[in-house]
């Protein structure tokens, strides 16, 4: 069974809890993870929900998996460090 967006990064960037994903110290860890992420594997809304999640945002509008993967790794680069 695959596992929602929000677990398997938690789990590739090294993370013990779905909340570090709020931390900055993670963020390159979260680059790194997406790499091995495809982002047609999870759907629209996992996507969004994520992107904002993750950067602690108000949820934004994306037309495609892909386009939010591309904003979530474009804003976690910079932010890093």
Same mark, same amino acid.
């Given at each position: 069974? $695959? $596992? &929602?967006?929000?677990?398997?990064?938690?789990?590739?960037?090294? @993370?013990? &809890? #779905?909340?570090?994903? /709020?931390?900055?110290? &993670?963020? @390159?860890? #979260?680059?790194?993870?997406?790499?091995?992420?495809?982002? %047609?594997?999870y759907?629209? $809304?996992?996507?969004?929900?994520?992107?904002? &999640?993750i950067? $602690?945002?108000k %949820?934004?509008a994306?037309e495609?998996?892909?386009?939010?993967?591309?904003?979530?790794?474009? %804003?976690? /680069?910079? /932010?890093?460090?």
């Amino acid at each position: 069974m $695959k $596992k &929602y967006l929000l677990q398997q990064l938690t789990n590739l960037a090294g @993370a013990a &809890y #779905i909340s570090d994903l /709020h931390s900055n110290l &993670y963020r @390159a860890n #979260i680059c790194a993870a997406l790499d091995n992420l495809n982002p %047609e594997d999870y759907s629209l $809304k996992e996507w969004s929900d994520a992107v904002s &999640y993750i950067l $602690k945002s108000k %949820e934004q509008a994306f037309e495609t998996p892909a386009s939010a993967y591309q904003y979530l790794r474009r %804003e976690l /680069h910079t /932010h890093q460090g």
